[in-house]
Structures are given as structure tokens and as C-alpha cells.
């Protein structure tokens, strides 16, 4: 009879579990409509024309006095995004480790995310600061909500079952967001037939993927659990959040060559994000292409994302995770390099362009991530990972600034493409650089066959 009821425990153990990976799954479902439709397809090009109706003569805009060029306010607004991440995320980590409540952090992150989101229906006119406002709030929410949302995966899964639960939340984001493009699609093509302008059908879709954002969010808020905390203080979340930080920098000194990976990655994530947020700017405002040209590119993207990483994932069993990632770097750097030479009002060759991405964009980073795996010292995995997640998300900020910039100062977006190459070929260098076998040994490690 004990062993019955032994096994009857472990089958409601294993039920709630699933359950929860279930609604884990859901937030991922959730907010990668904003990521996908709002910040890769929509905002920019969207952004950018409210931008210039409300630019003086000379095409700048003066938000709080300070002369910007108006092609290039959507990048600036996205790396003041990215710099408001990098003080809310260690504080909102710290608070859901200090109290073990992470629902009600995750709750207000993504509602706070939404409502901005939604509030973008109202984006008309001239009304570029409302548009900036409402990005930076609902890219900082998406990124707090992350950093809140990955630290669930260690305690719904265990270690057998976390690469699958992982995969499966990341696959739901890419079916979400393809779903909801190809919805975009017969909206903004067939706009005139829903009675409803352009410009109205955009804000239509941006407004959707708010109110698509906080409807699902309420399966994981029903399904997942908090969790008592397994070690309190007494700290202030600020506090404790920036000085855990800084205690784990402190740590990776000690591991020089783990560092020295974490800055590799920080250099090329940082291309790679501003490419993601800033392709479709130049494809409307440098190519002039269309926007449902634009949304099928990103389509596309979304598509080979998938068939790149499993393929890339086939190469890191033969080459090695790092030889992997290096020629993904290298495939980024000829990518940029050929869009910079990309005809205008050539829909085909923006595909191809489109196709390349797809092909190294999934797997450039699911392999840094599980190669980063292998130089974090047992026992302390959450630390090195939050600092990973900083990189990730808080650190990419430099690539639309410089984005922006180029554009501010040469007036061309394809100086401003083509300057991104830079991250590429550093990041490139940085991570050559990296003996990873020995970095795997310093860490304390078992070193793969391949790595």
C-alpha cells in the first residue's frame, strides 16, 4: 500500500509539472506576437513616417529639445529601451528571488507590456513622442518579463526534461507569431475591403498583438506556482538585485576565459538584435518596399529560424559548437555586406536577403547558449545565467544607437546597415580568441568531444 501511494504521488507530481510546462508554453505563445509583429515588422517603418510628418524643415524632430533626425528617432528609442532594461531587470530578478512571488512580478510586467502595446492604436498624426514612450515601455516590460519568465524553467523541469520544455516554449513563439503575421497580412493587403485606411489597419495590428499579449497571459498567470524562496534578505530588491550582479561579475574574474566568452557574445548579440529591429526600417525607407512585402520577409524568417538552428545544431555535432557559431559570424558579415548592395523596389532580393538571416539567426543563438552551458561552474548555474540573460536583452543598446547615428550623420541607411558589420567582426575575433576546452576545464566541467 505504501508503494501505491508513493507512485500515486509521483503521477500528480509529474501531472502538476506538465501542467505548469503547459502554461509555461502559453507566456511564450503570449508576448513573441509583440516581438515578431510590433518591434520586427510594424513599428519602425510606422514610427519613422510619424516621425518625419511631425519634422521641421531641415527632417528633425525635438523630443525634449534635442535635435534628432527623424529617420533615425525609431533607433534611438529602441536603445533607450534597452538602457531602461538594464536597471529594471536585475531589481525585478531581485524581487522575485527575495520573495519567491513571481506571478504578481510577471503579472505586472506583462500587462504593463500590453497596455502599451494597445495604447499604440492611437498612434496617428503626429504623434512620434507617444510612439517612443509607449516602445520604450512595452520593450522594457517584454524584457523584465523574461528575465521573471526563464526563471521558472529550473523549477517546472527537471535537468532530464529542460532542453525539450525549453524547445517546446520557444517552438510556441514562433508558431504564435507566425499565426498572427499571416493575420497581419490579410488585414493590411485587404484593408481597403475591412473599410478601414493603411494607416488605421496598422495600428489595428499593432494594437492586437497587446490585447493577443494580455489574453493568453492569463493561462500561465492560472497555472504556474510561486515558490517559497530558498534563501531571504533582508535586502531592498534594488539593492540585492545590483549587488548579486555585481558579486557574479566579481566570480567570473576568476574565470577569465568564461568572461571572455560573455563579451564575445555581448558584441555579436548586439548585431544581431539591431539587424532584427532594424531590417524592416531599411527595407521601407532604403529599398522602398512595401509593408506586406515586409511582413512575408519576416514570415520567411520566422520559418528558416527553425531550419537553421537544427541545422546548425547537425554542424556543432561534427565542427563543434564554436567552429559553428564563427561561421554563422561570418555568414552574418556577407549577409549585411550583400544587403548594402540590395536594389531598391526589388521585393525578390530583399527575400533572398530575408532567407540568409533565417538560415543563422536561430541557430547563431541557440548554439552560444548551450556552448555557454558548458563554461558556468556547478552549482551556479541561476548567477552566471542572469548575467547571461543581461547580455541577451539589457546590453543591446550600442548596435541601434550606432544604427541611428549613421543614418543622423550620412543621411543613408545603407551606411547605417552596413556599419553593423563591425559587431560581427569583432565579435568574430573576440571569440576565436576563446581556447573553449580550456575555458570547459576552468569552470570545472567535463569537456565534450566536440566543442
Not at 561570418?330 to 549585411?336: C, D, E, I
Amino acid at each position: 500500500m505504501g508503494t501505491d501511494t508513493v507512485r500515486a504521488e509521483a503521477a500528480d507530481e509529474a501531472a502538476e509539472r506538465r501542467r505548469e510546462q503547459h502554461g509555461w508554453y502559453v507566456y511564450d505563445w503570449a508576448c513573441s506576437v509583440y516581438s515578431t509583429s510590433v518591434l520586427t515588422v510594424f513599428l519602425g517603418p510606422y514610427l519613422t513616417s510619424v516621425a518625419k510628418s511631425a519634422a521641421d524643415a531641415d527632417g528633425f524632430v525635438h523630443p525634449l529639445g534635442v535635435p534628432v533626425s527623424a529617420g533615425a528617432f525609431f533607433a534611438y528609442s529602441v536603445s533607450a529601451s534597452v538602457i531602461l532594461s538594464i536597471f529594471v531587470m536585475p531589481i525585478a530578478g531581485a524581487a522575485a528571488d527575495r520573495t519567491g512571488r513571481k506571478k504578481p512580478l510577471l503579472a505586472a510586467a506583462a500587462y504593463l507590456g500590453a497596455a502599451a502595446t494597445t495604447g499604440m492604436f492611437f498612434l496617428d498624426g503626429d504623434r512620434y513622442l507617444l510612439g517612443g514612450l509607449l516602445l520604450i515601455v512595452a520593450n522594457a516590460s517584454v524584457a523584465v518579463s523574461m528575465v521573471i519568465y526563464n526563471s521558472y524553467l529550473p523549477q517546472i523541469a527537471p535537468p532530464q526534461e529542460r532542453d525539450a520544455v525549453s524547445s517546446r516554449g520557444w517552438a510556441f513563439g514562433y508558431a504564435a507569431g507566425s499565426l498572427v503575421l499571416v493575420a497581419n497580412l490579410v488585414l493590411f493587403t485587404a484593408h481597403d475591403t475591412f473599410g478601414v485606411s493603411e494607416s488605421t489597419a496598422v495600428r489595428i495590428c499593432l494594437a492586437s498583438a497587446g490585447v493577443w499579449w494580455g489574453a493568453f497571459t492569463l493561462v500561465p498567470l492560472k497555472r504556474l506556482r510561486d515558490r517559497r524562496p530558498a534563501r531571504a534578505t533582508a535586502a531592498a530588491p534594488a539593492v540585492h538585485g545590483w549587488r548579486q550582479l555585481a558579486d557574479t561579475v566579481r566570480d567570473m574574474r576568476g574565470k577569465p576565459l568564461t568572461l571572455a566568452f560573455l563579451l564575445a557574445y555581448l558584441v555579436y548579440n548586439d548585431g544581431i538584435q539591431t539587424v532584427i529591429s532594424q531590417a524592416s526600417v531599411y527595407g521601407s525607407e532604403e529599398l522602398g518596399l512595401s509593408q506586406s512585402t515586409l511582413i512575408t520577409a519576416v514570415l520567411l524568417v520566422q520559418v528558416l529560424a527553425v531550419a537553421g538552428a537544427l541545422g546548425m545544431g547537425r554542424l556543432a555535432r561534427t565542427y563543434g559548437a564554436k567552429r559553428t557559431i564563427l561561421g554563422s559570424l561570418a555568414a552574418w558579415t556577407v549577409t549585411l555586406a550583400a544587403g548594402y548592395f540590395l536594389p531598391a523596389g526589388a521585393p525578390v532580393w530583399f527575400f533572398v536577403l530575408a532567407s540568409g538571416i533565417g538560415l543563422v539567426l536561430g541557430g547563431s543563438q541557440a548554439l552560444s547558449r548551450s556552448l555557454f552551458s558548458h563554461l558556468v561552474p556547478p552549482g551556479k548555474e541561476a548567477e552566471y545565467f542572469s548575467a547571461y540573460e543581461m547580455s541577451d536583452r539589457g546590453m543591446s543598446w550600442l548596435g541601434p544607437l550606432l544604427f541611428g547615428l549613421t543614418y543622423q550623420l550620412t543621411g543613408s541607411y545603407r551606411d547605417a546597415i552596413i556599419s553593423l558589420v563591425a559587431f560581427f567582426v569583432i565579435g568574430f575575433a573576440l571569440l576565436a580568441r576563446v581556447p573553449v576546452e580550456q575555458a570547459v576545464r576552468d569552470a570545472g566541467n567535463p569537456v565534450p568531444d566536440r566543442i
